[in-house]
């Protein structure tokens, strides 16, 4: 039977908060501002947000809908429509769940009806829109993969809070805080914090993206290749993304890489033997300098942590070949 309830969550994308580690200063403050009376949750779940909220403010009553009739909450189904209620602030864990994902899991024509009408490939973008349609302040425990989202509504932001610490029981699916006020805004002034830590703005660091010029030939995933790429950080802290010789990669390249490949790769390219340990240099301090100025933050996240802690990561192979340009041109 428990076997039963969890993957039906996990096909549907219902993965209940049962922590409050989410409750970071910053977002109790968001909420505690708003001078809502009203903690409102649209996909309440089992209510542990509402209960983690309940005393937050002015905050005096709570509310909660859900499509699972079981759950005992008033029933509703929030990806159509959520009802408007005066005084309320939302404060949600919308379900995740992609078209792709939906598909390979072959309950797609169970969601077709949202995705038929939306412009995004995952409902919890197609909820966002709807609490946002009807409510001022929102508050949203989403896919950290937001960030790199072309989600439309990003200058409604207050504030995004990404979570080191998981505050699901069932995933390690890396996740943000986003803190909604409606308010119409550039994005560099949208506040970006690690944990309760103040980073920087959306804006400021997607300033500091790299993009490829596609001016130098060099070809992924190819096995007669020379320079070594981790592309995701593993859990020990001291073997996190790099470029590398190949054989100082510890890997089955001859039965590893494939087209498909994105968690290492094989890259050839003409550098003559004499500088490819100075490229290789090259192209680490550019990914290192890039990691601790945007604090990792441009970079997509990984599921799970490495052991001290901090979230891993993975290099997309944009950002690859946009750092291996840069170490061209300073060689030549």
Request: aromatic share 10%; charged share 30%.
């Amino acid at each position: 039977m428990k076997d039963n309830i969890i993957k039906k969550k996990k096909v549907l994308g219902q993965y209940f908060t049962k922590a409050d580690l989410w409750l970071k200063k910053q977002v109790v403050n968001f909420i505690a501002q708003s001078d809502c009376t009203i903690a409102y949750d649209p996909f309440a779940g089992n209510g542990d947000i509402l209960s983690a909220v309940s005393n937050i403010g002015n905050i005096k009553k709570i509310k909660g809908l859900d499509i699972d009739k079981k759950l005992g909450w008033d029933y509703n189904d929030s990806l159509i429509d959520i009802p408007y209620i005066k005084n309320s602030i939302i404060i949600t864990n919308p379900p995740y769940i992609s078209n792709y994902s939906a598909s390979r899991k072959k309950i797609g024509k169970t969601l077709k009806k949202y995705f038929d009408n939306s412009i995004y490939d995952d409902v919890y973008l197609i909820a966002l829109d709807k609490m946002i349609e009807k409510h001022k302040y929102v508050v949203a425990i989403i896919p950290e993969t937001f960030i790199n989202s072309n989600y439309k509504n990003k200058f409604l932001l207050d504030s995004i809070t990404i979570l080191e610490e998981n505050p699901f029981d069932d995933t390690e699916n890396p996740v943000i805080v986003a803190c909604f006020d409606k308010e119409f805004k550039d994005i560099h002034d949208v506040k970006v914090y690690k944990n309760e830590k103040y980073i920087n703005t959306l804006g400021n660091i997607d300033d500091m993206r790299l993009f490829p010029k596609n001016n130098v030939k060099c070809s992924f995933n190819n096995i007669n290749g020379w320079l070594g790429v981790r592309c995701v950080d593993t859990t020990n802290p001291n073997d996190m993304l790099r470029f590398d010789f190949k054989e100082n990669i510890n890997y089955d390249w001859d039965n590893g890489i494939k087209v498909s490949s994105r968690l290492l790769t094989l890259i050839d390219l003409d550098i003559k033997k004499g500088k490819r340990q100075y490229f290789i240099d090259c192209c680490n301090n550019t990914l290192n300098e890039i990691r601790e100025k945007t604090q990792d933050i441009i970079l997509s996240p990984f599921k799970g942590n490495m052991k001290n802690g901090r979230r891993r990561r993975r290099l997309d192979f944009m950002t690859c070949r946009a750092i291996i340009e840069q170490a061209y041109l300073k060689i030549n």
